[in-house]
């Protein structure tokens, strides 16, 4: 840039670089004018005319091109105050950022501008740029297809870079603005300086390198992008999946093969291709010979060839040696197989030469100015030049051209994907179209199976921040970073989540639980004490209970005239041992699955033995109490425990226990109860006991007869006699008492099921206690000392 202290009169601006590609717009230009020119059709006894300036792609060189222009060659030879300006329209410009400054200086004198690569959305403002035309898509239809392509492909962390331009922050606003409410996240925003900074680009190197996303779209020419990318080759960095913004998807300055690696498989959106039939030709035709003076062809051929063709220009290179000729394989300027940016260019100027027709063939009278008056056609004014492009319409090689009222044009793009083609060149192969004239979300069409991706791949690359949650976890957003950053938490038991990426897990309605994945619901498993190993083991030992019961009752028949038998008063014992039967037996209607009928059958059946074996017991020990006391002199009250009385007072023990039980099931009977509160992934299905008062009344009921008879047995220890039975019963008692009390702890804390198993074993281990204190001294003597079992010995009367 020239200092522009105004002090003197400021120098050129040196350009930095040849754009070989910008020069074949140019001459795109050249041969639309010239192939208009001949026309018989189109403004037939017209010649446009035109001059070409060099931006030199700055907004201030830009600005400098303007002014030159309308000023004219010197105030007095300038036609401008004399009549309408000799300029009617503008070409261009090219980059956004120029475009912006030329158009605020054609403003004023109402000059129509026609751009063929200025995409920035902010140029679409009719109020600050009202001369302003253009055939390129608006951006804002760009941002729309990146932001669908990083959906598409599930890039939910990528990275942004633009340049230090319009196009670039406008570009990336309405990206942005885009992504907002998908799922895609941006990593980072970068920018490459306008005057290019190789520390700045390695810092942003390095901040894509630390990031973690693959995916880096660019906003941004090649201007930029050339020195950037030699870095980035430089730095060895690979696996980057580019997505290019149209500024720099078509450049060919990238299609040398040692691009490759690091470019290719980039991906984006381009302007629609198009066809000029002559532009090869055309483009051949421009030698150093044929126009010696014309610098930028001297330019050209030191871009291309790296000789300066005439050493008059004062140039460095060494002189070319005139052999040089332009063959397709200079592509950054021949490359004419499927003219873009140069196919816009071509159009731009149609676009004028039509409305210009159309201007001219204005009929006097019928037009559209004031008082229906037409433009003069020796003095026209470039604002009616302006009402002409705004309503022009016309069609060049099958595409139809308009401007809407904003003084946009087309909507469509091709995606453009970069593949290894001949020799290890990058070539540019459309593989989808994007029509934004399509209902919301049919525009992008894409053949997937076409593309290659960075790195010579054909599987679609990753670019996320944190992998998908699977089924079974949710998603944990970090503190302070992006939502596309998360991290994995299992559910919770109870709760599931059956897709991946789930923000909650839902928890399972009542009656189900999760599974161990955490992925679906199950029905919640039934407990109850059961037929497995430790209702099979209760089972088995109340079964032998019962049998060996029944086996000391057989014993006890077989030998019941014997003395043993009939001194200890036969019928209890055998009321006792039947009631033990039954007392062993009803511990099994505490395994299996419980019903209300089992349920109310558990603690009567139960509660209705227990007293029936007791009150036997009290029974005998009253007897025992009153045969010896009945030995004193005038006690007769063996006289009020015959058959008869025990049978009462047994039958009336018992009583009272079936009417508790009565009551208990007519007011509050057990009935199946599903506990869901234990444990929350089962269910327990138990007997809740409907009313606890009742229940322990019960059991009370029950250690009162045996607290009885053990007070009464215990006073009768002591009593003469080998064979006193008190002690045994006293014996049987303690062990009962002992069971029970032991219950009563073990089956207030023990959950669910495992309380019927502590109330089945209590009922069992009670049970043989009675069996082995009461009966099994007697077997001792019956079966193994028979000799012994004699009235005599008995009475303890034998040795006197
Ligand atoms: N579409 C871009 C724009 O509107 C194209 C472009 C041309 C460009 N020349 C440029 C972008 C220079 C950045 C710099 O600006």
Request: hydrophobic share 40%; proline share 5%.
């Amino acid at each position: 840039m020239p200092d522009l202290n105004c002090t003197y009169r400021p120098s050129a601006v040196k350009c930095n670089g040849f754009d070989p590609r910008a020069f074949r717009w140019a001459q795109t230009m050249r041969l639309a004018v010239e192939e208009i020119n001949q026309s018989e059709k189109l403004l037939p006894n017209h010649t446009l005319g035109y001059k070409i300036f060099d931006s030199c792609a700055y907004p201030l060189t830009g600005q400098r091109a303007a002014l030159a222009v309308l000023n004219g060659p010197d105030e007095a030879h300038s036609p401008t105050c004399i009549g309408a300006s000799p300029l009617l329209a503008v070409i261009g410009e090219s980059g956004s950022a120029q475009s912006i400054v030329v158009s605020r200086i054609l403003q004023p004198f109402r000059i129509p501008m026609i751009s063929y690569f200025s995409s920035c959305a902010c140029l679409s403002d009719r109020r600050k740029y009202p001369t302003f035309f253009r055939v390129i898509p608006n951006d804002d239809y760009q941002v729309k297809a990146i932001a669908q392509l990083l959906v598409r492909f599930n890039w939910t962390w990528v990275g942004l870079v633009r340049g230090d331009h319009e196009y670039g922050r406008f570009a990336v606003q309405g990206l942005l603005r885009e992504l907002q409410g998908t799922r895609v996240c941006v990593a980072y925003q970068e920018m490459i300086p306008l005057l290019y900074n190789r520390q700045r680009a390695l810092e942003i190197m390095r901040v894509m390198r630390s990031s973690g996303a693959k995916v880096v779209v660019v906003f941004s020419a090649e201007g930029e992008m050339t020195p950037f990318l030699r870095d980035y080759m430089k730095q060895n960095i690979t696996g980057i999946q580019w997505v290019a913004s149209e500024a720099w998807i078509t450049a060919s300055v990238f299609t040398g093969s040692e691009y490759y690696p690091y470019l290719g498989g980039t991906i984006g959106f381009g302007i629609r291709q198009g066809h000029i039939p002559r532009l090869s030709d055309y483009l051949q035709t421009v030698e150093p010979h044929r126009y010696p003076s014309n610098p930028l062809v001297q330019e050209l051929w030191g871009a291309l060839y790296g000789c300066a063709p005439s050493p008059s220009f004062g140039s460095v290179l060494p002189p070319c040696s005139g052999e040089e000729s332009l063959l397709e394989q200079h592509s950054a300027y021949m490359n004419t197989s499927s003219p873009r940016v140069a196919y816009n260019v071509y159009k731009s100027v149609y676009a004028i030469a039509y409305s210009l027709h159309n201007l001219l063939l204005c009929q006097p009278g019928s037009g559209p100015f004031h008082n229906n008056s037409c433009a003069q056609s020796n003095n026209i004014h470039p604002w009616q030049l302006q009402h002409y492009l705004q309503d022009v319409a016309f069609s060049i090689g099958g595409e139809e051209v308009n401007f809407d009222l904003k003084g946009d044009s087309i909507l469509y793009y091709d995606v453009i994907n970069w593949q290894r083609g001949s020799e290890g060149k990058i070539e540019f192969v459309n593989v989808g179209l994007f029509d934004g004239t399509k209902a919301a979300g049919k525009e992008l069409v894409i053949q997937e199976e076409r593309i290659i991706w960075a790195g010579h791949q054909s599987e679609v690359l990753v670019s996320v921040c944190s992998a998908s949650c699977l089924p079974g976890s949710r998603k944990a957003v970090r503190r302070g970073e992006p939502v596309c950053c998360f991290d994995c938490v299992l559910c919770d038991s109870g709760k599931i989540s059956n897709q991946t990426d789930s923000i909650d897990c839902t928890a399972c309605p009542q009656d189900f639980w999760s599974n161990t994945e955490g992925t679906a619901c199950i029905p919640k498993k039934v407990e109850f004490l059961t037929y497995d190993s430790l209702g099979i083991a209760l089972t088995v030992i109340a079964v032998v209970g019962a049998c060996l019961t029944l086996a000391v009752l057989a014993v006890f028949l077989y030998h019941r005239n014997t003395a043993i038998v009939r001194v200890n008063n036969s019928e209890l014992s055998f009321f006792i041992l039947l009631s033990l039967v039954l007392c062993f037996l009803c511990a099994l209607v505490f395994i299996g699955e419980p019903t209300s009928w089992s349920c109310m059958l558990r603690h009567t059946a139960f509660s209705i033995t227990f007293s029936l074996c007791i009150s036997c017991i009290l029974g005998k020990t009253l007897v025992v109490l009153a045969v010896f006391t009945a030995t004193m002199p005038g006690n007769n009250i063996m006289k009020w425990l015959g058959p008869k009385q025990q049978r009462a007072i047994i039958f009336s023990c018992t009583l009272v226990q079936v009417v508790i039980c009565a009551t208990w099931l007519i007011d509050a009977p057990p009935i199946p109860y599903r506990n869901t509160q234990y444990e929350r992934s089962k269910i327990i299905l138990e007997c809740s006991v409907g009313s606890s008062l009742a229940f322990w009344c019960v059991l009370g009921y029950i250690g009162l007869l045996a607290c009885l008879c053990f007070v009464l047995a215990f006073l009768a220890r002591k009593l003469p006699g080998n064979f006193n039975e008190a002690k045994f019963i006293t014996f049987s008692m303690l062990i009962f008492c002992a069971v029970w009390l032991a219950f009563i702890p073990a089956y207030i804390s023990s959950p669910g099921n495992y309380a019927d198993a502590v109330e089945t074993f209590a009922i069992l281990a009670s049970s043989f206690g009675l069996l082995f204190c009461l009966f099994a001294p007697k077997c001792y003597i019956i079966l193994l000392k028979p000799e012994k079992n004699t009235k005599q010995h008995l009475m303890g009367k034998e040795k006197k």
